[in-house]
Antibody
């Protein structure tokens, strides 16, 4: 079964850090672009970051540039999102997604990040 | 303010045909393909349409997509109660260097 499982979310104070993980199974992880997409409470979807198959290209939404770092370890079928200098507006459910055929065809269940004092 | 513009809400009765629009620009929809996602309450989004009109395996042919210029549309025919969900369009934006989503359309089946 093709599956993505996120972990690492939690409650963190403003200015703090958190590292999200996404473990893939059921497909050749190293062959796909991967994304992080987030959804703030009661709001729509927002793309956060993308990483190429070999990690050589990375893209970020402007609001997280310089604060978030996307990475992957193909040997572990895993992708990560290191988040620093967290703000209240980063509070959201963070989804890991696979890119295939021009669309995000597999989504994880999401992990919740809450930034609050 | 989303880069792609969708109506915030849409509605229809069972059996009706409903369309949801998605308006963009030359740097996103005008140049790249459009995807549509369905998000049922309390669940992760699901890919509904990719590459403007292609349906992933398992998606009923009641769902169809189209694109013209810098706009795209999602049509749902034979509306069913289980279609009540939020729908999002998305495309890669060459100017921004990233994916952009519409603000989402909440579909209500009356």
């Amino acid at each position: 079964e093709v599956q993505l499982v996120e972990s690492g979310g939690g409650l963190v104070q403003p200015g703090g850090s958190l590292r999200l993980s996404c473990v893939a199974s059921g497909f050749a992880f190293s062959r796909n672009w991967m994304n992080w997409v987030r959804q703030a409470p009661g709001k729509g979807l927002e793309w956060v970051a993308s990483i190429k198959q070999d990690g050589s290209e990375k893209y970020y939404v402007d609001s997280v540039k310089g604060r978030f770092t996307i990475s992957r370890d193909n040997a572990k079928n895993s992708m990560y999102l290191q988040m620093k200098s967290l703000r209240a507006e980063d509070t959201a459910v963070y989804y890991c997604t696979r890119v295939l055929g021009g669309g995000m065809d597999v989504w994880g269940q999401g992990t919740t990040v809450t930034v609050s004092s | 303010q989303s880069v792609l513009t969708q109506p915030p809400s849409a509605s229809g009765t069972p059996g009706q045909r409903v369309t949801i629009s998605c308006s963009g620009s030359s740097s996103n929809i005008g140049t790249n393909t459009v995807n549509w996602y369905q998000q049922l309450p309390g669940t992760a989004p699901k890919l509904l349409i990719y590459s403007n009109y292609q349906r992933p395996s398992g998606v009923p042919d009641r769902f169809s997509g189209s694109k013209s210029g810098t706009s795209a549309s999602l049509a749902i025919s034979g509306l069913q109660s289980e279609d009540e969900a939020d729908y999002y369009c998305a495309a890669w934006d060459d100017s921004l260097g990233g994916w952009v989503f519409g603000g989402g359309t909440k579909l209500t089946v009356l």
